[in-house]
């Protein structure tokens, strides 16, 4: 049996939003690769609701997003 477990990470709303929003180009190149592997089926990602609920606390607060621009960018990604 040498099934290669995959890797997995939970992720933080931070990680989340420098993806999402790329308004720091060094943070989210940081950060793409975890997206790319996910893609890859190389990275299993956990976010727990809490997270959720911060990210679109944020968005909507801090950057003033509305609730129909966060639902489309947070569930499209």
Request: aromatic content about 12%.
């Amino acid at each position: 049996m040498n099934k290669k477990m995959k890797k997995s990470a939970w992720l933080d709303t931070n990680i989340i939003l420098r993806f999402l929003l790329k308004d720091d180009p060094q943070l989210f190149q940081a950060v793409e690769p975890l997206f790319l592997q996910v893609e890859q089926g190389d990275l299993e990602i956990y976010i727990h609701p809490i997270i959720i609920a911060e990210l679109i606390w944020t968005l909507e607060s801090y950057y003033e997003y509305s609730k129909k621009d966060c639902r489309s960018n947070v569930a499209t990604r």
